[in-house]
């Protein structure tokens, strides 16, 4: 059974710092394209950042570009998102996802076919 399970998310203050994990059960996490998504109170779901299969090209949203990095799998059959600099705005469920279609990952929500329950992200002082 594919699962994914996000953790790491929690309250944060302005200017600080989180992981959230992606942690993959039912398949191996390498051999799939990684993003993750966000989505804040009445708003439409966004992509953040995504990871090609085996460590391959990232790419990242306009808004996080140097703030967020986020890694595949190194052997634990985790992902991971480093969010740095957080601010008000980044409040949000996140949610990561994967795919085995297309040769590079998208931040295209559409592109994605097995998703995790989120993980809630609160930036506030």
């Known amino acids: 059974q594919v699962q994914l399970v996000e953790s790491g998310g929690g309250l944060v203050q302005p200017g600080g710092s989180l992981r959230l994990s992606c942690t993959a059960s039912g398949f191996r996490l390498d051999d799939y394209h990684i993003g993750w998504f966000r989505q804040a109170p009445g708003k439409e779901r966004e992509g953040d950042s995504c990871?090609?299969?085996?460590?391959?090209?990232?790419s990242y949203a306009d808004s996080v570009k140097g703030r967020f990095t986020i890694s595949g799998d190194n052997g634990d059959n985790t992902g991971y998102l480093q969010m740095n600099s957080l601010n008000p705005e980044d409040t949000a469920v996140y949610y990561c996802a994967v795919t085995s279609i297309f040769w590079a990952c998208s931040l295209e929500e559409g592109a994605y076919s097995d998703w995790g329950q989120g993980t809630q992200v609160t930036v506030s002082s």
């Open positions: 990871i090609a299969r085996k460590g391959g090209l990232t």
